[in-house]
C-alpha cells in the first residue's frame, strides 16, 4: 500500500480508538513526508536535531513538529522557534533549557516528560520517583515558558506482549496519578504517549492516546541518509 493509504487507514483506525497518530519520519526523504501531508497528516516525529531543523525549513509550515529523539541541552537552541512539542524531556536541566529557549522566543513550548519503564539499560527517561521530586521542585515552579502536557513512555524490545502489556498499564497509572496529583485543573495536561509501530494496539489498550508510528506508514526501506534521496 502507498505510504497515503497507510496513513489514511491508520488515521481511521487510531482515530475510532481515540488515540492521536504521530507519524515517525525519522530518516525519511521530504517526498515520503509530503504523500503522507498530502493525506492529511500534519503531525509528524523526528530524533535528530539536525534533520528535524532542515526538514521544517523544506516542508509546509502547518506541520506540526515534535522532537521524540534524546535531546542534548546544547541542541534546544535550534528547535526552539519552532517545535510545537518536546517528548523526550528526562531531567530538570533539560527543562531549564528549554524555558530559557523559549522565553527568548516568547513561546511557551509543549513538552512531555519522558518516563523509564524498560526493562533495558540504553532507555533514557525519567525513574517515577525522580518525576515526582521534578514536579514538586521550587526550580520548576519557576518555570513559566514551559507547559508539560503528559508523559511519554517506551516500552521493552521484547516478544514478550505480557511485558508490554504491564510495563504500559504501569505508565498508565503513574499518568492518572501525576494528573490527579499535579495537574487536576489543568485541561493541557492530557497525552500519554505510548507504543510503536510493534506495539501500539498493546499501548492503545493500556491507555495510550498518541503512538508514535513510522515503518507502518513509511515502510522499513533502510535509508543510508534521507538528504540523499
Not at 529523539?69 to 518536546?86: D, E
Not at 525519567?126 to 521530586?133: K, S, T, V
Not at 495510550?208 to 507502518?216: A, I, P, Q, T
Request: proline content about 1%.
Amino acid at each position: 500500500m502507498s505510504i497515503a493509504d497507510n496513513i489514511i487507514n491508520l488515521k481511521k483506525e487510531t482515530g475510532t480508538l481515540k488515540a492521536t497518530l504521530l507519524a515517525v519520519s525519522k530518516t525519511k526523504p521530504t517526498e515520503d513526508i509530503l504523500q503522507a501531508y498530502n493525506a492529511g497528516q500534519r503531525l509528524f516525529g523526528e530524533n535528530q536535531v539536525q534533520e528535524l531543523v532542515e526538514k521544517y525549513e523544506q516542508l509546509p509550515k502547518d506541520i506540526e513538529w515534535h522532537l521524540i529523539g534524546h535531546l542534548q541541552t546544547n541542541k534546544v537552541k535550534y528547535i526552539a522557534p519552532f517545535v510545537s512539542m518536546i517528548q523526550s524531556v528526562d531531567s530538570m536541566k533539560l527543562l531549564q533549557e528549554i524555558n530559557k529557549h523559549a522565553l527568548k522566543h516568547n513561546r511557551i513550548i509543549d513538552c512531555l516528560l519522558q518516563i523509564y519503564i524498560a526493562d533495558e539499560e540504553t532507555k533514557f527517561g525519567l525513574g517515577f520517583d525522580e518525576a515526582i521530586e521534578l514536579l514538586r521542585s521550587d526550580e520548576f515552579a519557576q518555570l513559566k515558558n514551559i507547559r508539560i502536557c503528559g508523559l511519554m513512555g517506551i516500552a521493552t524490545n521484547t516478544d514478550n506482549e505480557k511485558q508490554i502489556g504491564d510495563e504500559y498499564y504501569e505508565l498508565d497509572t503513574f499518568y492518572k496519578g501525576i494528573k490527579q496529583s499535579f495537574f487536576r485543573k489543568e485541561k493541557s495536561f492530557n497525552v500519554l504517549s505510548m507504543g510503536m509501530s510493534s506495539d501500539y494496539k498493546i499501548a492503545i489498550e493500556k491507555g495510550s492516546n498518541m503512538v508514535r508510528l513510522g515503518s507502518n506508514i513509511f515502510g522499513t526501506r533502510v535509508v543510508k541518509h534521507w538528504k540523499n534521496n
